[in-house]
């Protein structure tokens, strides 16, 4: 084979080689960033959560200061 062939075909193994490995890492990096937003994303739901159950708290204190201001006249 002449020179020029075996020039192209190593160009191409670099070119190959070069983009499988591009694909790898921005993957790996684009993974890494779904996890990190996923924790964000279960750290929002749970303080959801927890503002609903302190919402529905002031509404049964409300009721009883309501009751008790009832009692009191």
Do not use: C, P
């Not at 080689?17 to 993974?31: E, H, M, Q, R, W």
């Not at 049964?60 to 008790?68: G, Q």
């Amino acid at each position: 084979m002449s020179t020029e062939i075996w020039v192209a075909l190593f160009a191409l193994a670099g070119t190959l080689t070069g983009s499988f490995t591009g694909i790898l890492v921005a993957n790996k990096l684009v993974n890494y960033r779904l996890e990190q937003l996923e924790k964000k994303v279960e750290k929002h739901n749970n303080l959801v959560e927890r503002i609903a159950m302190a919402e529905n708290d002031i509404k049964i204190i409300n009721h009883k200061l309501d009751d008790l201001e009832k009692l009191i006249e």
